[in-house]
């Protein structure tokens, strides 16, 4: 019986992914132009360096889709979020490949390909601005039918991204491997003590109250 090893998994490890979410994205924003105009961008583990494998050799990857205020409905998307996370995903759907499904879960639209050699899924967030503030779509599975509204993401954590995003590239390594190491150790867990982006900051602001810095 072979024993798992958790690692990091690098750029190029990941490149299968990347290029289907990059396909994917560039197809649905020339498919949707007429009605939004939308950035996308890579974010969370992927982001910042701290994938790990799972113990079956999956990842996963955080994208977000930001709608932006000069599409031709964006009153519509701020009044109507379900109406947008139903075009991006029917979309999306219209392009799915043997191995592949959707699923609208809470907070993303969810790709998971379980065809080939590798396996991963990939996350999908839909960002806007309202009155200034950068908002997600949630949807409440309590209510019948499920509800879907826009949510305000908390900016608590931007002082810790900036100071993360500002120091050299030893001083990051150093503060990555940490996180790998305890990533590593919470994916044995039934019940994770802490998630992804939680251990990512406190892993920065220790590092940063080691240097007297207090975020």
Known sequence: MSTFRCERITRREQKIARTRANCLLQEMRRCLRDRYRMTFRIAGSGCWGTMIKKP??????????????????????????????????????????????????????????????????????????????????????????????????????????????????????????KVIERKCREIHKAVKDKSSSEILIEEINNHAHGKGIHL
């Open 56 to 177: 079956d050799g999956s990842y996963d990857l955080d994208y977000q889709i930001f709608i932006t205020r000069n599409s031709k409905d964006y009153e519509s998307v701020k009044k109507d979020p379900k109406k947008v996370k139903d075009a991006i995903r029917n979309t999306f759907d219209r392009m799915r490949n043997t191995g592949e499904s959707f699923k609208d879960s809470t907070t993303a639209i969810t790709l998971t390909n379980s065809l080939g050699s590798v396996h991963y899924t990939i996350d999908f967030v839909i960002l806007t601005e309202i009155d200034g503030e950068t908002n997600i779509i949630r949807q409440d599975k309590t209510s019948k039918p499920p509800r879907y509204f826009w949510n305000q993401l908390p900016q608590k954590y931007e002082d810790s991204y900036r100071y993360f995003k500002g120091l050299g590239s030893d001083e990051k390594k150093t503060i990555i491997d």
